[in-house]
């Protein structure tokens, strides 16, 4: 029998990789004959990273990087096994977690970080860079993304623009003359589900501020702010990024990616699936089992288990699904190609109890499934 495992984590529980092994171990304990392939996923937020490089046997490059407030912390890229792509997650330089709720303050903070990783994947030789962008601590529009690699963001006096969206008000002029040229040979790939716009009531900073600290004053300032930018970028760069969808992605980075690095956008788990070549590993497949922590109605929007399902349905293999939390509005996946959905808790429990025990849940329930599989043969 052959399975395939490839779950998304269990997001602040259990990463991708934990699943896996756990519910891998389970099945080798009833079916030791069975031929296993594991793929721990991500879509691109946490966890992208160690996803794509455990995928194509690549490696983890452990590297320093301004953190949102430009301070020196540890970070780390990937490089895939072909060796000349570099996978990026925003978030290991410029993510939200690296900030104590006290210091979170989005006029301040910059995705400077994210553009020394970019750089750091340049001088390792990678021309083709997947960027994963969630869980920004960021409204910066990706100005200090753009700093990071050479860009000049000056005001009416010539003097560079402090870091921070607060600062955006006060850009008069893009100077490129220094920027990175290696970046016009380098495929830049945006892995990312959001498509919100830069600014506007679904924008950037009215959406996604407040996550980050921002006040309603703080959020009407970023708006105004991200307004203007966009406009010196269509005039000093000829790129229109106001309405792109995804250009409100992560504080606006996404919009700061396709401004200066001519970056396309794709879905997080459909890019992930098509640079592992989930697809060709389906053949001869008995059934997948994939996952994550919450199950709701939003999956049917492109989160991983989704774009597992419908190309594990394309070849007619059954799927199972398993979570923590799995709602009322899951059932209709049922209709996307998962054949089978679980929720790993059985009886009422708190959140810190399925927290503390979550690996156990997770094993007696994967033994369980594969028990029912074996009954139904």
Excluded: W
């Excluded at 995928?55 to 490059?61: E, K, L």
């Excluded at 452990?62 to 096994?81: E, M, N, Q, V, W």
């Excluded at 004053?217 to 010196?232: G, P, S, W």
């Excluded at 992605?249 to 070549?277: Q, S």
Aim: include cysteine; glycine fraction near 12%; charged fraction near 25%.
């Amino acid at each position: 029998m052959k399975i395939i495992i490839a779950p998304d984590s269990f997001k602040g529980s259990l990463s991708s990789i934990e699943v896996a092994d756990i519910i891998e171990r389970e099945i080798k304990k009833i079916l030791p004959e069975a031929r296993i392939k594991k793929f721990p996923l991500a879509d691109g937020g946490e966890g992208t990273v160690k996803a794509l490089v455990n995928a194509t046997q690549g490696r983890i490059i452990s590297c320093y990087a301004k953190d949102p407030l430009g301070r020196k912390i540890k970070s780390f890229f990937g490089i895939l096994g072909n060796k000349k792509t570099a996978v990026i997650e925003m978030a290991s330089a410029s993510g939200l977690p690296l900030l104590s709720l006290k210091e979170r303050d989005p006029l301040l903070t910059t995705t400077y970080g994210t553009g020394e990783l970019i750089k750091g994947a340049l001088n390792q030789g990678c021309r083709k860079i997947i960027i994963g962008i969630g869980g920004s601590a960021t409204v910066d529009g990706g100005a200090g993304m753009a700093q990071a690699l050479g860009a000049r963001l000056l005001d009416k006096n010539g003097e560079n623009l402090p870091f921070g969206g607060g600062n955006l008000g006060k850009l008069a002029k893009i100077d490129l003359s220094l920027f990175d040229k290696r970046i016009k040979k380098t495929k830049i790939i945006i892995a990312s589900d959001v498509t919100n716009p830069l600014c506007g009531k679904n924008g950037a900073a009215k959406v996604y501020g407040p996550q980050k600290g921002a006040t309603p004053a703080m959020v009407e300032t970023l708006e105004k702010n991200l307004f203007h930018y966009a406009r010196i970028i269509k005039n000093d760069l000829g790129k229109e990024v106001l309405n792109l969808p995804g250009a409100g992605a992560a504080g606006g980075l996404g919009a700061g990616l396709c401004a200066f690095l001519n970056a396309k956008m794709e879905k997080g788990v459909e890019l992930i699936l098509k640079a592992i070549k989930f697809e060709k590993h389906l053949k001869n497949t008995d059934f997948v089992i994939t996952g994550e922590g919450k199950i709701d109605a939003q999956v049917k929007y492109g989160k991983t288990i989704l774009g597992v399902a419908k190309l594990a349905r394309k070849h007619k293999i059954p799927v199972i699904a398993l979570c923590g939390t799995l709602t009322d509005e899951a059932y209709e996946l049922h209709r996307y190609g998962i054949s089978v959905l679980e929720s790993i808790i059985s009886s009422p429990m708190s959140l810190e109890e399925v927290m503390r025990g979550n690996k156990e849940l997770l094993k007696k329930k994967a033994g369980e499934l594969i028990r029912l599989i074996l009954l139904s043969k």
